[in-house]
């Protein structure tokens, strides 16, 4: 079984959707721990409660980025890492750190990429009038939200939504093609 990471910064539901998907048997990859950026990331405590190792690291208290990706470089090193999962990690990685990782880090992303790249995807959608939208697993690469999608799902845009009721129907389907994206990621169908 593959080894795995995942980075956080808050809540951690995808997090933990990998996290019960591990748990199958025949599942080609486990979670070996939670790095947060965020010591007050909820996900963090829930990773802990399930027994996995979990570090927190805030950029803030390095002098760079630089210095800040390296010592989360010993920490995925010292935990034997494989394959890097971004689950609602809220920081922009550096390019070394990234090629370092080259087809071995993937993240989610809450839109239908290349639509809507960066932030605030929901209300971007609903601005524009977007009739579907959805959740995209891509592999991470320099540029943001860039790399090759490995699985996509898309929900309807219905009337009255809000960006919150739209986050909401489109999570359920982050936490379905996640796990199914490592999968195939761990198991070296890609
Ligand atoms: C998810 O919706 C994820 O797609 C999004 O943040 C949320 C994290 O939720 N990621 C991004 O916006 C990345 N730029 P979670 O902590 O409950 O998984």
């Known amino acids: 079984r593959k080894r795995v990471a995942i980075l956080i910064s808050g809540r951690g539901s995808n997090m933990s959707a990998l996290i019960e998907a591990a748990r199958a048997p025949d599942y080609p990859a486990e979670i070996v721990g939670v790095l947060s950026n965020r010591a007050a990331a909820p996900g963090l405590a829930i990773a802990a409660a399930d027994g996995i190792a979990t570090a927190s690291l805030a950029q803030s208290k390095f002098p760079s980025r630089d210095m800040f990706e390296d010592v989360m470089t010993q920490i995925l090193e010292s935990w034997n890492v494989d394959i890097v999962c971004l689950a609602g990690f809220m920081r922009i990685l550096g390019d070394d750190f990234v090629n370092r990782w080259a087809g071995r880090m993937i993240n989610i992303h809450p839109s239908l990429l290349p639509l809507y790249k960066g932030l605030h995807t929901h209300e971007r959608a609903l601005a524009d009038g977007a009739k579907v ?58």
């Open 133 to 190: 939208h959805g959740c995209t697993v891509h592999f991470v690469t320099p540029g943001l939200d860039e790399g090759a999608p490995i699985l996509q799902a898309e929900v309807p845009v219905l009337p009255g939504d809000t960006p919150e009721t739209l986050a909401t129907r489109i999570l359920v389907e982050e936490h379905r093609i996640y796990p199914q994206a490592l999968r195939l990621l761990a198991s070296g169908a890609i």
